[in-house]
């Protein structure tokens, strides 16, 4: 992997404290566009899931991974501590890449 | 010499240090997928030093691993460090105007530190919550992120399921956006998007895309800081 991922990601997201803390300073942003950056999160982080759960490349595909889904879906729920829900994810989808 | 902690300081020091603990477990989980994903050790550690900001660090990574592109990895880091900014308006109001101070403290802008500032109701105890969160979770962060990444280099990714580690850690950050009716349809919107599109796009765009599923809070209801 290259290293400019990395620099530009560290400036970027140093910019993006700064702005707000720095050279906005104690202005404020109009409502609306406040509601809708606060929103990225949950945008970017569904997509992460559902995507990363139901594509190989550019083909939607239903396999393995869509059990290990389930079950972090499961251990979330019931509020397991991270670690716990990360590894029973992995674990469930290696074994079912075993059989 | 024993320790002096004023009482009402104590809470705020002990509830700083076990959400620290729990973010270095997390960053351990960061250290081993993002090697996993083709980052060498300096490379990982680089990005939590530098970049600092847990969600954006993840999803840059994991974008990689499915072979998206450094500008699509970008992209979707950036979208995601946006909101720090607004956590900045924010805070901005409760600290001083020293410009030196505010680069600094900038840096350490983050949900976690956000969230313990804004709990507390006087300045003096908001300053020792944000600046206790701050250093704990910063260490935290960074050695996590060390032990996973030294840790990751022995591990075959595809093998030991650690693409789907990363949608699990996911799902644990998403859930405290899901408690508002936008924030469900955001991630429900965003999610759709980006499995709908994936067939018409290169890897990694239908996840920028996903983006567009933000206005839906042009419509008003109030949104509260995730916690």
């Known amino acids: 992997m290259s290293w400019t991922l990395v620099i530009w990601l560290s400036a970027g997201a140093y910019a993006f404290k700064m702005l707000g803390f720095v050279v906005v300073g104690s202005r404020t942003l109009p409502d609306v566009l406040s509601r809708c950056l606060m929103l990225i999160p949950a945008a970017l982080l569904g997509a992460m899931v559902l995507n990363g759960t139901f594509t190989d490349a550019q083909s939607v595909v239903i396999d393995e991974r869509a059990v290990g889904l389930l079950v972090a879906v499961v251990a979330a729920w019931r509020k397991l501590p991270l670690i716990v829900v990360v590894v029973l994810a992995a674990a469930t989808t290696a074994l079912l890449r075993m059989a | ?227």
């Open chain 2, 1 to 227: 010499m024993k320790l002096r902690i004023e009482s009402d300081v104590r809470p705020v020091v002990t509830s700083a240090l076990a959400l620290s603990g729990a973010v270095g477990v997390f960053a351990l989980a960061f250290g081993v997928l993002a090697v996993g994903a083709g980052a060498s050790v300096w490379q990982t550690c680089a990005l939590s030093f530098f970049a600092f900001t847990g969600a954006s660090q993840m999803s840059a990574m994991s974008i990689i691993s499915t072979g998206g592109t450094v500008s699509a990895a970008l992209g979707s880091g950036l979208l995601l460090a946006a909101r720090n900014g607004v956590y900045g308006l924010a805070l901005s109001p409760y600290f001083g105007e020293s410009l030196g101070k505010r680069l600094l403290a900038a840096h350490f802008v983050i949900d976690e530190t956000t969230a313990m500032m804004t709990a507390q109701t006087n300045p003096r105890l908001q300053k020792i919550a944000f600046w206790t969160t701050a250093i704990a979770l910063f260490s935290l962060w960074n050695l996590g992120t060390l032990i996973g990444a030294v840790l990751g280099g022995s591990i075959d990714p595809h093998t030991y399921g650690l693409d789907v580690g990363f949608t699990a850690a996911y799902i644990t950050m998403l859930v405290p956006h899901l408690r508002t009716k936008n924030g469900r349809a955001a991630a429900a919107g965003g999610g759709l998007l980006s499995v709908v599109l994936a067939p018409f796009l290169p890897v990694g765009l239908p996840i920028l895309a996903s983006g567009l599923a933000i206005f839906i809070g042009v419509k008003p209801q109030r949104v509260q800081v995730p916690v």
